[in-house]
């Protein structure tokens, strides 16, 4: 119960101060998480008991409410405006998907703080390019690539994703809003045969035939492999 309401809490709040976060049909996901909710889920599992009534009823409240100033965005203010680093779990879970070669290369559109760059260099000694729109996550990214010691492995670039050329990439890693997936739809069309491109939480367009939704823990993953 406690953790129902606490979710409830932060579905409120992020609702009222814009922060990204994403509507499902059955829960949310908030910071790389998804959050399932269901009435008997959280309290004594009587569907009489009030208190997990009004919980749920808020929740809906929040669910339902108007649109946040990101939701009316195109996608590349989105991803300006917001910045939602994938879990650290989340990367340990990708290399369960993946296993990079020492000197393959890693492409990473909107690449955030730069963190599965960082630790593909250290733990698997590749090549990682970061592209980043948002000037000060760049810089953030920058700073992370030196602290770690690997700037001789992961390159960080600012920029619009969507003008970048992939071909080079040996793997590609998303986490990014589904409609900005789609923009990117004919780079990923045009990577080499074999390169493999994962999505975390969103889904790959239909248009990429083939594609494999895998789950490691509460990670979900899409994974396609170009032809």
């Not at 939701?71 to 779990?89: E, G, I, N, W």
Request: charged share 20%; proline share 6%.
């Amino acid at each position: 119960m406690i953790r129902f309401a606490l979710i409830v809490l932060l579905a409120w709040s992020t609702a009222s101060a814009g922060w990204p976060w994403y509507r499902t049909s059955d829960g949310f996901v908030m910071s790389g998480r998804k959050y399932t909710l269901g009435v008997d889920d959280y309290c004594c599992g009587r569907a009489s008991c009030r208190m997990q009534r009004e919980l749920w009823a808020a929740f809906e409240k929040a669910r339902t409410s108007p649109p946040t100033i990101l939701d009316a965005m195109d996608p590349l203010q989105k991803v300006r405006h917001s910045f939602a680093p994938s879990p650290t779990t989340a990367v340990d879970a990708l290399w369960q998907i993946i296993r990079p070669q020492s000197g393959q290369i890693i492409l990473d559109p909107g690449c955030g703080d730069a963190r599965i760059l960082v630790d593909a260099a250290r733990r698997f000694g590749a090549y990682g390019m970061g592209i980043e729109i948002n000037p000060q996550t760049a810089a953030l990214a920058r700073s992370a690539v030196q602290s770690a010691g690997v700037r001789s492995l992961v390159s960080i670039t600012e920029g619009d994703s969507r003008r970048y050329r992939f071909y080079k990439a040996d793997y590609v890693v998303m986490y990014l809003y589904d409609d900005l997936i789609r923009e990117l739809l004919p780079k990923l069309k045009s990577l080499r045969r074999g390169t493999v491109v994962v999505s975390y939480l969103h889904p790959l367009p239909a248009e990429l035939p083939g594609q494999q939704r895998i789950t490691v823990g509460e990670h979900v993953f899409f994974v396609w492999i170009h032809p």
